[in-house]
């Protein structure tokens, strides 16, 4: 099992940045796919990000959200440049032990708190 924690929410004006962090504790970190799931308000949760062997992205976010990791720190980054008010939501990590990254978010039985992360007009 592997502890979650999220990072580096808050509030942003539009095409402003935020960097989110997701610290892991366990030590099989290194060998699990970390996702970013994101929910907004009354809506379902979706995949955002996530990063294994390879880098996967959500379309609506490619080009403006960059996933890295420090397995070093035992940290997953999720770096968001030009913020936009659909991107409003709390941001959640999940952490799965098969090294391959699942848009689903059934796959992850390891989650952490979230952090909010609003974007204003």
């Known amino acids: 099992q592997v502890q979650l924690v999220e990072s580096g929410g808050g509030l942003v004006q539009t095409g402003g940045s935020l960097r989110l962090s997701c610290a892991a504790s366990?030590?099989?970190?290194?060998?699990?796919?970390i996702t970013w799931f994101r929910q907004a308000l009354g809506k379902e949760r979706e995949f955002v990000a996530g990063?294994?062997?390879?880098?996967n992205y959500a379309d609506s976010v490619k080009g403006r959200f960059t996933i890295s990791r420090d397995n070093a720190k035992n940290t997953v980054y999720l770096q968001m440049n030009s913020l936009k008010p659909e991107d409003t939501a709390v941001y959640y990590c999940?952490?799965?032990?098969?090294?391959?990254?699942?848009?689903?978010?059934?796959?992850?039985?390891?989650w952490g708190q979230g952090t909010q992360v609003t974007v204003s007009s």
């Open positions: 999940a952490a799965r032990a098969i090294y391959i990254t699942s848009r689903s978010w059934s796959e992850y039985n390891d």
């Open positions: 366990g030590r099989t970190f290194s060998t699990h796919a």
């Open positions: 990063i294994s062997y390879n880098l």
